[in-house]
């Protein structure tokens, strides 16, 4: 007779009980439970028949292993598995079919085995499954001890007491359980995201009569033994991690099957807007017939640690058999391939060693549920420190880390973030090779768990339980009767009272609903809006352009109410989308929503900032090389303008690169190189608030249509550039602008033919400046004053600085003394040969969202061949080192400019006025 034995049945049958019993029949003996709250359940009750020394209790968070312990209590995943025992158990054998952790049971029921008794326990459905895989096994069916009926639908408000009421999102059960709260005097609230002790306490609560109902997500479904008469399902589909789905036959009969212990029969039943049962799956359900599970999960279990790839190959084992599948999307490979392709971890990591380690991170449980994104930054984290299989994370790092654990939080929703954190850390504090001193924080996370899990009870109780509830709502006592009404302009009431507005896909309370019988009607309220929320959904996926804006607020407005705001996406051209509101309605439903609103933002972006969508598509562009495609660039990070009299030395552009940037829609001068299109009141206002959703931080608009204007301290850089103006002084010029004043007076200067030349007043409306502060953005372009006139003192004439003739721009070749440098005959040098400005001009930002433009560019051609140029008099040559218009580059300093050659030609620049 074979040892190995499947226990196969519905709930109620008794399967783990006998199992215990089993093993306690033994010497020595093992058992793997799918929950770590039922593992410390038939812990305690193991420990109370053979004593605290001969029993351990290992899970993934907790670790009590007495030196002369003969029986272990484990979850699957925990199980020892190279220990020899008589006696092993599995139990709920079916879940070898979930995605998440079915390659672990599978494991177990493939490879562990006692010494002498072997158990598999689960339902029915496995039967088929274990015959195909070929198992030498015992088959062993168990019938319920008591029956399960049908009741059929019935509202909330009318179910009996000792009801267990199943829904599958945490709205739903927090609105159920405030309805309860409201008509019943309140209930006990069980979900899988609750800390043991947490659900402990709740079910205590339950159980000793306190309160008559208990609300729950399918984690009632397994491992909680309760007193509970009737089921009643309140939805029947569940987001299961990936998507939207029904419920199983076989998963509404597991959870179903909790009504009714031993040999008092239950019931199942609706309630709510839960669609009803059909009649072939109600039968299905009573009968406990289900389809036969034809296959299960699996993963080569052995692994090959000589290097991280060959790891990962092994893990990709295909079984070679029908009845074992295996999952291509679990979290830890996925984890352990982000490992291999991080630079600083993993792609060459070898040794056996080394790779355990790493895979040992791989699978830390993602306690937190934020996804594969979410969980792997934190194991990635943690890698850094921990990929030496001799690291140790340090006190220092731990206390960090657990600090803002400690605080007491008010909301529920807080409490469960931080109880999904703390058993992180607690899970690590059970890894002796991960921590300096792994004792101390076992101690410390079980403390801090503890204490955030009494403090969640009490606020899941404060919220929930209320005695006094039915007296203070009298008068509205069934739901049905409840009216709901929605306005014109928005105003929800129900039964005559004002309860709040919907703004767009947002319902806002009125202050006058805090009370309990606000809290009452507005829940009604709430619930009665969702087919009104699905109508609007509609039509804003069909709404037209004009119908829809942005605010200066960062949110897109349709009917003139926030609909959705920008978040932080890839760069600050393409943010993100989030919906305002609608949390509750169909997925598909907000998706069109969202994806038209996506649209309409693509499409402005082009309207208002065609330029900037052109060259981030590579629409334009193509033709720009070395500087030119620089610049290009660092447009597109700044947003409208740079600022050429910073740069040291200065950018050299040649005629044709200029060429071809005013052809991409961009322009570089003497002091500015800049993007027209983006200078316009309503470029300037969508740049700033697409940079302000990017950052998080507000940016300043420039006054609207102003060539220049006052700057009060608080500009800063930045913001001045990404709206098109350069600091010229106490004074902002509109780089356009600026490149225009630029030209005017190097015309003057040139007509001169006089180191000493006048610039007349009118000038200063080329910039739009007032005459007193005109003086101080002429010195911005490197220009002194030269006479002033005796009785008011107002400047006659400029000049140009004579000090920063040199090749070099400003802060180059300036000797100690002030001086420049003297050649021949005692004049300043200023020949030899130029310097490649290309080479030292400051390049784009390798990390720039933008840099991937430079892939959307061609490689740029081969130089042309330059044609000699006949050398001009010394008298009238400009200075090799300096390209046209380089009189008008200079530093920030008004005083740091270089002069002027008085042969150069102006060019005068376009304006985007």
């Not at 982000?338 to 449980?365: K, Q, S």
């Not at 600091?727 to 006089?754: H, Q």
Request: aromatic share 6%; proline share 7%; hydrophobic share 35%.
């Amino acid at each position: 007779m074979s040892n190995l034995k499947a226990v196969l049945g519905p709930t109620n049958t008794g399967k783990t009980h006998y199992a215990i019993e089993r093993m306690m029949g033994h010497s020595t003996g093992m058992i793997g439970l799918p929950l770590r709250l039922l593992a410390r359940e038939v812990y305690d009750r193991v420990v109370k028949a053979k004593g605290e020394q001969a029993v351990a209790l290992i899970t993934g968070e907790e670790r009590i292993e007495p030196p002369r312990a003969r029986y272990w209590i484990c979850t699957v995943e925990s199980m020892p598995v190279h220990k020899r025992v008589e006696f092993l158990a599995v139990d709920e054998i079916q879940l070898a079919e979930d995605e998440d952790r079915g390659h672990v049971f599978t494991d177990r029921i493939l490879n562990a085995r006692g010494t002498a008794e072997t158990l598999l326990l689960g339902a029915e459905t496995m039967r088929s499954v274990l015959r195909d895989l070929d198992l030498d096994v015992e088959t062993m069916a168990r019938e319920r001890f008591s029956e399960l009926h049908y009741s059929g639908p019935a509202k909330i408000t009318k179910l009996p007491k000792r009801t267990a009421i199943v829904a599958f999102s945490i709205d739903q059960v927090y609105a159920i359980g405030e309805l309860l709260k409201r008509q019943k005097g309140g209930s006990a609230i069980v979900m899988g995201a609750l800390s043991p002790r947490t659900r402990n306490a709740q079910v205590d609560l339950y159980q000793s009569g306190e309160v008559d109902y208990l609300v729950a997500t399918d984690a009632i479904g397994m491992g909680l033994n309760l007193d509970v008469d009737r089921i009643a399902f309140a939805s029947r589909s569940k987001y299961d991690g990936r998507r939207h789905r029904w419920l199983s036959n076989a998963e509404a009969g597991q959870i179903a099957g909790r009504a009714g212990r031993f040999r008092s029969d239950g019931e199942f039943g609706e309630t709510g807007d839960c669609p009803p049962f059909e009649q072939e799956d109600v039968r299905a359900i009573e009968e406990n017939r289900f389809e036969q599970v034809g296959e299960v999960q699996w993963r080569n279990s052995s692994l090959d640690y000589r290097s991280i790839k060959t790891l990962i190959a092994s893990l990709a084992r295909p079984s070679g058999h029908p009845a074992l599948r295996q999952y291509p999307h679990a979290l830890d490979e996925w984890v352990l391939r982000r490992m291999a392709e991080d630079g600083d971890i993993g792609p060459n990591v070898r040794g056996e060693r080394y790779v355990r380690r790493l895979w040992d991170l791989a699978r830390l449980p993602d306690f937190r549920k934020t996804g594969h994104e979410g969980h792997g930054r934190l194991v990635l984290g943690l890698a850094e420190t921990l990929a030496d299989p001799d690291a140790r994370l340090g006190d220092t790092a731990m206390q960090l880390r657990l600090e803002n654990l400690e605080s007491n939080v008010p909301d529920i929703a807080s409490l469960q973030q931080r109880l999904a954190m703390i058993r992180t850390w607690t899970y690590a504090a059970h890894r002796d090779d991960w921590l300096e001193n792994p004792a101390y924080w076992r101690e410390k996370t079980r403390e801090i768990e503890d204490r955030l899990s009494d403090a969640l009870h009490a606020a899941l109780t404060l919220r929930f339980v209320d005695r006094r509830t039915t007296a203070l709502l009298a008068g509205l006592k069934r739901e049905d009767l409840l009216v709901t009404e929605l306005s014109d302009n928005g105003e929800v009431t129900v039964e005559g009272h004002v309860v709040g507005k919907l703004v767009g896909l947002q319902f806002e309370p009125a202050s006058t609903a805090k009370t309990l019988e606000g809290k009452a009607v507005r829940s009604a309220a709430v619930s009665a809006l969702g087919p009104i929320l699905a109508q609007r959904l509609g039509e804003l996926a069909d709404a037209p352009a004009e119908a829809v804006s942005l605010s200066d607020a960062g949110t897109i407005l349709w009917q003139d109410a926030p609909v959705a705001r920008l978040a932080p996406g890839p760069d600050w051209l393409s943010p993100r989308l989030e919906l305002i509101g609608a949390e509750d309605a169909e997925t598909h439903r907000k998706d069109a929503a969202l994806k038209h609103l996506e649209e309409w933002l693509a499409a402005e972006v082009l309207r208002v900032l065609p330029t900037h969508a052109r060259l981030k598509s590579g629409e334009s562009g193509k033709e720009l090389e070395g500087m030119a495609r620089g610049l290009a660039f660092r447009l597109l990070e700044t947003g409208a303008a740079i600022d050429l009299r910073e740069e040291s030395p200065p950018p050299h552009v040649t005629r044709e690169q200029r060429e071809a940037m005013k052809a991409a829609g961009l322009r570089s001068g003497r002091v500015a190189a800049h993007i027209p299109d983006s200078q316009k009141p309503a470029a300037q206002r969508l740049i700033a608030i697409l940079q302000a959703s990017q950052t998080g931080e507000a940016r300043r608009v420039a006054p609207e249509g102003a060539g220049s204007f006052p700057l009060d301290g608080e500009w800063p850089e930045r913001d001045l550039h990404s709206q098109g103006y350069l600091r010229f002084g106490k004074r902002a010029v509109r780089a356009d602008l600026a490149e225009r004043l630029g030209w005017e007076i190097s015309k003057r200067r040139k007509e001169a033919d006089k180191p000493v030349f006048e610039l007349p007043a009118e000038l200063a409306s080329v910039v739009s400046c007032p005459g007193d502060e005109f003086p101080a953005i002429v010195k911005g372009f490197g220009l002194a004053p030269a006479e002033k006139d005796e009785e008011t003192g107002a400047v006659t004439k400029w000049r140009y600085l004579a000090r920063h003739r040199g090749e070099g721009g400003p802060h180059k070749n300036k000797p100690a003394g002030g001086k420049p440098p003297k050649g021949k005959g005692g004049k300043a040098k200023t020949g030899g040969k130029p310097q490649s400005r290309a080479s030292h001009a400051r390049q784009p930002d390798p990390d720039s969202p933008f840099a991937a433009l430079a892939s959307l560019l061609p490689p740029p051609p081969p130089p042309k061949p330059k044609k000699k140029k006949k050398k001009k008099s010394a008298q009238k040559a400009a200075p090799p080192s300096q390209p046209e218009g380089s009189e008008l580059k200079s530093g920030s300093e008004p005083d740091t400019s270089p002069p002027a050659s008085p042969t150069d030609t102006p060019s005068k620049p376009e304006s985007s006025s």
